[in-house]
């Protein structure tokens, strides 16, 4: 019986099963300041202990402010990460605070420091967690109880294991077409619920040809299609960003070497497995951008806002509402909605190629006027890099604002933030009302895109600005 | 957590599709660290008037509510059955999505679809609290939704969670012998089991302590993140 690569991690991390729910092993559990406070004060209260100190790693990134870092001055904030700091002490727990040399969004720096490997299970207290899937791990996001329940034990339940959807994506992408535009593309294909109680497994030419930063990008937004987790088979890429860097935790010399022998069975046996298939055309691809309130509604940069009728997997309704949030009218070209921020960063493009990329656009050009751009690097490793590489220079040398790394703009819980109406491109993760603040009109795009945006102050095709 | 037996309560309804967890609880509430004092804060950005959100530290401090919103109808005061639709509690793992619906009063949840009513984390959170998530056929989501609809603060429905249904008490019922509708519905066995007897997860879980340790027994040394930098 032919096998997916998910049923395979999955069966290696079975403890115990009733026909009804199945106890699974965590190899790996992520902590941030966000979700785990109430986690540890249930610890506490009932006299329990972290199993496994071992394998919980924990770092600030939701709260923290991306200049003066040291200054906290949101007292709510300051608070949840001083909560951290004091648990991870009193717990015994890894903590990469603010300028430890590791700090920065929770999914940026597992990679970095040799956490995630093939397959693995590994879990946090947030829906991104799926981006760990692109080393072909079980890696899936957790509400603050089952964060309680997996520092106490080392495991969690799960129902009947989840169905799985194997996404095909052929072809190679063009010139100025990025790895978020193929998931940005899927979730359109798919909708927002089109993988709801699946894990989606990506493979194809388009995918074998991707870094292991480009794959991140796309199993990061495995969630906003409904999926629980994300997963690409590991492979020689794979391999190379393990064994490179000397990342802390990766396993090295006859330990690597024992690992890639086991990592040798992790692929799905025959497309056959999948209980459902999608194909994409990468090499059909235009750039996506945004227009409404949740990540499916999108169109290529070449088009136009849609009709309320004409928007998939949604009532004319949801659609008309979507359409007064944004301050969009059906008809309007993409190319002629102007932008007010750009934001450059996030779990899901705030790594070193993401960054090249936008600098690749921002090169010898300046924002538009009444542009303000921030470029947030994902973590302290990414900052360090990019400042080596020169590309903070460029960045402020077209206007636009350096940061040091943290969740920043993606999500309004520390000082970046839209104001009312203000109409931003984002290469963050999700466009839902009021996600980077009360009113705020966000649109996803790459981060070749959001450079793009800022240069000329409007949507464009990036295409046209590479030459 | 409290056990679920059987609960009769009135219904509200909110049948907007796709209701993400930052519609449900903005992120900025996300910043208290107790577990309480979320009940204010459901659906903050959309339930006052402008301006009259609630404060993060005292969410018991907010502004007038906005009589547009469709869930303070004061008809609706004392509702403990939200009826939502589709594909509810999308986007985000935070389980505060969850705390305020509870907070808020509300101790079950009904939506439309057999394995897409709810998004998966949402859904898990849920259980985890006791908060009562049912998904049930869209036609019969329909009949109690507009129930919910045509009479707002008089439509009931008794949740029976042993024999996984839901009986809608039609408040425009002709005659007493009219049956009442009765929906089936059916959630996990282990979840099931559990809402029945309130139980707490970590104590039943570590009664398989043996087969956990015997599993980390077994871990390939390249499992383990050894910090050879040190």
């Known amino acids: 019986m032919p096998e997916t690569l998910f049923a395979k991690v999955w069966a290696r991390h079975v403890i115990a099963a009733t026909d009804q729910a199945t106890l699974l092993y965590i190899d790996r559990h992520l902590v941030h300041e966000v979700t785990s406070p109430q986690a540890f004060d249930g610890l506490r209260l009932a006299g329990r202990r972290v199993r496994r100190p071992d394998l919980t790693f924990a770092t600030v990134d939701h709260n923290v402010p991306t200049e003066n870092q040291l200054d906290i001055r949101d007292p709510l904030s300051r608070r949840q990460v001083e909560a951290l700091r004091a648990n991870c002490r009193e717990f015994g727990l890894r903590l990469y605070d603010i300028q430890s040399g590791h700090q920065g969004i929770v999914h940026v720096i597992g990679p970095e420091l040799g956490l995630t490997l093939p397959g693995l299970t590994i879990v946090c207290g947030d829906s991104h967690t799926s981006t760990h899937g692109a080393f072909g791990a079980l890696a899936f996001g957790i509400g603050t109880s089952e964060v309680e329940h997996v520092l106490a034990t080392q495991t969690l339940w799960q129902g009947v294991r989840p169905k799985s959807l194997g996404v095909e994506v052929t072809g190679r992408l063009g010139p100025g077409l990025e790895p978020k535009d193929i998931i940005l593309a899927i979730i359109r294909k798919i909708g927002t619920g089109g993988a709801t109680g699946h894990v989606i497994e990506y493979f194809g030419s388009a995918i074998a040809a991707l870094s292991m930063e480009g794959r991140m990008t796309i199993c990061n937004m495995s969630i906003e299609a409904g999926a629980r987790a994300g997963l690409i088979a590991p492979d020689e890429t794979t391999i190379e960003y393990i064994a490179r860097n000397q990342r802390p935790f990766a396993p090295r010399g006859a330990a690597l070497e024992a690992a890639i022998q086991d990592w040798s069975t992790l692929r799905t046996d025959d497309p056959s497995a999948f209980d459902r298939q999608v194909t994409l055309d990468a090499g059909q691809l235009v750039p996506q951008v945004t227009w409404g309130t949740n990540p499916g509604m999108t169109v290529d940069v070449t088009g136009v806002v849609p009709r309320p009728e004409e928007v998939p997997f949604t009532n004319p309704e949801d659609a008309r509402r979507a359409l007064a949030y944004m301050g969009l009218a059906p008809g309007t070209p993409i190319g002629e909605i102007p932008v007010d921020v750009v934001f450059i960063g996030s779990c899901t493009n705030g790594r070193i190629e993401d960054l090249r990329a936008a600098a690749r656009v921002f090169q010898g050009r300046k924002t538009a006027p009444g542009v303000r751009a921030l470029v947030v690097p994902g973590s302290e490793e990414v900052r360090h890099q990019a400042e080596a590489e020169g590309l903070d220079r460029i960045f402020l040398d077209a206007g636009a604002e350096w940061r040091q790394s943290g969740c920043s703009m993606c999500l309004a819980m520390n000082p970046d933030k839209l104001q009312p109406a203000q109409r931003c491109a984002s290469t963050s993760n999700r466009n839902f009302e009021g996600r980077q603040g009360p009113g705020g009109r966000t649109h996803l795009v790459s981060p070749a895109m959001a450079a793009a945006a800022a240069v000329t102050g409007h949507f464009t095709d990036v295409r046209q600005l590479l030459g | ?230």
């Open chain 2, 1 to 230: 957590m409290q056990p679920f037996g059987t609960h009769k309560g009135h219904l509200a309804v909110l049948d907007w599709t796709d209701v993400n967890t930052d519609l449900i609880i903005p992120a900025r509430y996300l910043k208290r660290i107790e577990r309480t004092g979320f009940g204010p804060a459901l659906f903050a950005d959309k339930r006052y008037v402008s301006g009259g959100a609630p404060d993060i530290d005292d969410p018991s401090r907010h502004g007038l509510e906005d009589p547009d919103f469709p869930l303070n109808d004061p008809a609706l005061r004392g509702a403990t059955v939200l009826v939502v639709g589709r594909n509810f509690g999308c986007g985000s793992s935070r389980e505060h999505a969850v705390w305020a619906v509870m907070q808020a009063g509300y101790r079950a949840i009904i939506a439309p679809g057999r394995g897409e009513g709810f998004a998966d984390i949402f859904e898990s959170n849920a259980f985890q609290n006791g908060l009562l998530p049912i998904e049930l056929s869209p036609e019969d989501w329909g009949s109690i939704a507009t129930a919910g609809r045509d009479h707002p603060g008089r439509a009931e429905v008794t949740i029976d969670l042993r024999d996984q249904t839901v009986t809608l008490h039609r408040p425009d019922a002709g005659s007493p012998q009219e049956p009442e509708p009765r929906f089936a519905f059916e959630v996990p066995e282990s979840h099931r089991q559990r809402l029945l007897k309130g139980l707490d997860a970590i104590a039943e879980t570590l009664l398989h302590e043996g087969e956990i340790h015997r599993y980390e027994q077994h871990a390939p040394a390249w499992l383990l993140p050894r910090d050879e930098t040190v």
